[in-house]
């Protein structure tokens, strides 16, 4: 096993990694996918020195009393950062635990585990198994392909996913938004919940599945004429099926709006040129729609500065403060397409009258 202490900006290369553990407090991560030998450059440190294993392809960087299940015990003032970026194989499976610290995963075709207490996560091109965690933390994603399971333990905390294709979404909120613009993979299968958060998703123009969406108190739209809505005493729904119904979207909140979106025919969010709406073209839907002429999200590693994919990422990345950089760009990217359906309903239109139809509402 080979073993470093590190106290100082460095830089290590491997032969070899098959595997990825890395645990931070503050500072930045960046996970880059690589078709070059696997390397770690820590380009910042500060307070407690980093130990870095190397043991059977594992490699493992953290800190010497810091347990994956232990993050949270180490909320109180530390003065321990470092600004590190890891290039790993595309099929290295990674596991990511931060406090404070940003992350960024791209490229990585392999099962990607990220946990966060308040730093926010971007995950970018990735394809295979996804797990994020969080706490009071944003998670945003654009083009993953695979299964993404999304969990907000506390208030905070927004999932914004957009292009890709998912086989499977399971996101659970308390007051964190979840909106996704993807194409749905086999067999499709999109459960959200949440309390009090709004949830905007947007599917293709025909898609394939038994729709149910769910509300106490919340708003229920929708873009498809054959959902049909019914409101009773206690609760809201709109149910039907879309296609042949070989997938299943459930989405059930108690005083969340929820949104569903039907993608114009020639749009998509795999970014492709012969199928991208052009920059300002209406979306169909109306007022409660998100915003009309907001470009869409990009496609991973399309947009300037996004952190690239498959042995891409690294020189764009450079290090990981470039990371975060990228980061705050993808954040601004991701959610200009949703602002509308993602704010708050005015005062005057929450709870409409049961008997009473607007003009895009699930009839």
């Not at 070059?36 to 020195?49: F, N």
């Not at 790993?88 to 392999?110: F, I, L, Y």
């Not at 990735?126 to 969990?151: H, K, M, S």
């Not at 708003?219 to 004429?225: A, G, M, T, V």
Request: a negative charge; charged letters at 20%.
């Amino acid at each position: 096993m080979s073993h470093w202490t590190v106290d100082a900006p460095m830089r290590l290369a491997f032969d070899d990694v098959t595997a990825l553990k890395v645990r931070a407090i503050a500072g930045s991560v960046a996970i880059l996918a690589t078709s070059e030998a696997p390397a770690l450059d820590i380009t910042r440190i500060s307070g407690q020195p980093l130990t870095v294993t190397h043991e059977d392809g594992v490699l493992t960087i953290s800190y010497e009393d810091l347990t994956w299940d232990g993050l949270l015990e180490w909320l109180r003032p530390r003065n321990h950062s470092a600004e590190m970026t890891v290039t790993v194989p595309r099929d290295c499976p990674a596991q990511v635990g931060v406090v404070a610290a940003t992350a960024v995963v791209s490229g990585v075709a392999a099962d990607t585990s990220v946990r966060s207490v308040s730093g926010a996560i971007t995950l970018d091109g990735l394809n295979g198994t996804v797990d994020a965690r969080t706490v009071g933390a944003d998670v945003e994603a654009q083009d993953i392909n695979g299964q993404v399971t999304f969990t907000g333990h506390r208030v905070e905390g927004d999932l914004a996913l957009a292009g890709g294709s998912l086989d499977r979404l399971d996101a659970k909120t308390v007051t964190g938004s979840v909106t996704a613009d993807v194409h749905l993979g086999k067999p499709g299968n999109v459960r959200v919940a949440t309390v009090s958060s709004d949830v905007a998703l947007r599917l293709p123009a025909q898609p394939d599945a038994r729709v149910s969406l769910r509300s106490t108190s919340g708003r229920l739209l929708s873009e498809f004429d054959c959902l049909r809505s019914s409101h009773g005493r206690a609760s809201r729904s709109v149910n039907g099926t879309l296609g042949a119904g070989t997938g299943h979207i459930s989405v059930t909140t108690l005083s969340g709006r929820v949104t569903l979106l039907r993608r114009a025919a020639h749009a998509a969010p795999d970014g492709s040129a012969h199928s991208r709406p052009s920059p300002g073209e209406p979306a169909p839907g109306d007022a409660e729609t998100p915003a009309r002429g907001a470009a869409g999200p990009g496609a991973g590693g399309q947009g300037a500065g996004s952190p690239g994919a498959g042995g891409q990422g690294g020189g764009r990345h450079g290090t990981a403060g470039h990371g975060t950089t990228d980061a705050g760009k993808h954040r601004s990217r991701i959610r200009d397409p949703w602002a509308s359906a993602t704010e708050p309903a005015p005062a005057d239109s929450a709870g409409a009258q049961d008997d009473e139809q607007t003009k895009g509402e699930a009839r």
